[in-house]
């Protein structure tokens, strides 16, 4: 390998110097290197060098490069291209002047253009934050209220108007009528001043409205009426996890799990919280235990597995689980974006680009996929259909695109 290096960098000296002489003798060889070509524009010469280099067909790739700079010198793309082919053969001080042109030209080049490797392009993507926790709606926390319910009034443990007067809160909270579902949880506490899932509700509710402090309150005084309440201990850890206080959050997450270690919504939260912690493997495991006692009825843990694979760099673990939960949702836009940015960092931009597509076919407002799709085209070399997705994301308000746009698009 070391001969096989020294060899081509020799070569690729001899080929340089061959080059500069021709250029400037303006003698042909069968090769192109100059501006007046009027059959190749630089955009297929540069997905043809693309090809020939991943095809390890390095001296065409160079003669390709060098007309390709020919016609462009201001092309950061065919700088960054062949910045990368001297990289790759060993002629690093030559790749570095290289790399420095293009990325006066385009600082964002080296990502672009693969000389930073696919791991790159998380420099410029729009990838899901790690405060970003994808849930599919609130059914299922709120359908744990009508189980226990259903339980309180077989075990005769609430009163027939009680639980009877909590399903219209419910379904209030449902419909979004707040005001109501609070009116009619306090007419209950009227009744029952000690009913623990009175308060737990009012808690519900309350955090629903933005106001932690008073859901604090009322989960608090839920657990001294009830200690042994599963969910109320789960609520706590929600909010103190909300307010930034992780130690309280986590000992309230794990109380919930000791009283009921069935409650997935527990261990879910906790894997939100490991994630918040920075303890990526501690919330692969809650969300495994969820998984194997839910399966696919639980797609909100295959889903927040996956996008914590994909933080943690383990892509093709990201890619199995986020594959099955769009089998279950398939018009899921947030689900195709995801997917699309695994396939663009397993080097299939076309994947990508077709997942990108789907996803602003079902939401044609979404800027971020307008933008990473931009990203994708652009990795192809295709600049025309990149900047018409920048100019997309850009209307919709997507900032890192006026960026890109800004520095890939001038000559555009």
């Keep these: 390998m070391k001969y096989f290096t020294i060899t081509l960098s020799f070569l690729f000296i001899y080929i340089n110097a061959f080059a500069q002489t021709q250029r400037m003798n303006h003698l042909s060889t069968g090769k192109t290197f100059t501006s007046d070509s009027k059959i190749e524009t630089i955009q297929p010469l540069l997905q043809k060098a693309d090809r020939e280099f991943r095809s390890f067909d390095y001296e065409d790739t160079f003669f390709t490069l060098e007309s390709a700079v020919a016609q462009d010198p201001g092309s950061a793309e065919a700088l960054m291209l062949r910045a990368r082919l001297k990289k790759m053969v060993g002629m690093h001080e030559e790749a570095k002047l290289d790399l420095k042109m293009a990325n006066n030209i385009n600082p964002y080049a080296a990502d672009l253009y693969g000389y930073n490797g696919n791991w790159g392009l998380l420099n410029v993507l729009s990838i899901e934050p790690q405060e970003s926790v994808k849930k599919l709606g609130d059914t299922q926390k709120l359908s744990y209220y009508y189980e226990v319910f259903d339980q309180k009034m ?17 379904q209030d909270v449902e419909a979004g009528n707040f005001q109501e579902a609070l009116y009619t949880i306090d007419m209950v506490l009227q009744k029952f001043p000690d009913s623990a899932l009175a308060y737990d509700l009012k808690g519900t509710v309350l955090q629903k409205q933005g106001n932690l402090e008073a859901a604090l309150v009322a989960f608090s005084k839920a657990a001294v009426l009830d200690p042994d309440f599963a969910i109320t201990w789960y609520n706590l850890g929600e909010v103190e996890r909300s307010l930034h206080n992780y130690e309280k959050s986590k000992s309230n997450f794990d109380k919930a799990i000791e009283l009921q270690d069935d409650l997935t919504k527990a261990y879910f939260g906790r894997a939100i919280l490991h994630k918040q912690m920075g303890e990526k493997e501690a919330a692969i495991d809650d969300y495994n235990t969820i998984i194997d006692m839910r399966g696919n009825t639980y797609m909100e843990a295959f889903l927040n597995r996956g996008l914590t694979k994909k933080m943690s760099g383990d892509f093709t673990g990201a890619l199995t689980d986020l594959d099955q939960v769009i089998d279950e949702f398939p018009n899921n836009a947030d689900l195709r974006k995801n997917r699309g940015n695994l396939y663009l960092l397993f080097g299939m931009p076309q994947r990508a680009i077709d997942d990108y597509t789907k ?31 920048l100019e997309k994301s850009i209307m919709l308000g997507h900032e890192m695109a006026k960026e890109i746009k800004m520095y890939t698009c001038t000559h555009w």
Aim: glycine share 6%.
């Design 154 to 170: 077989i075990s005769n443990e609430g009163e027939t108007n009680e639980i009877g007067e909590m399903r219209n809160a419910l």
């Design 359 to 389: 996803a602003v076919e079902l939401d044609n407002t979404y800027a971020e996929a307008y933008y990473n799709r931009a990203i994708a085209f652009l990795t192809l070399y295709d600049k025309q259909s990149g900047c018409a997705d």
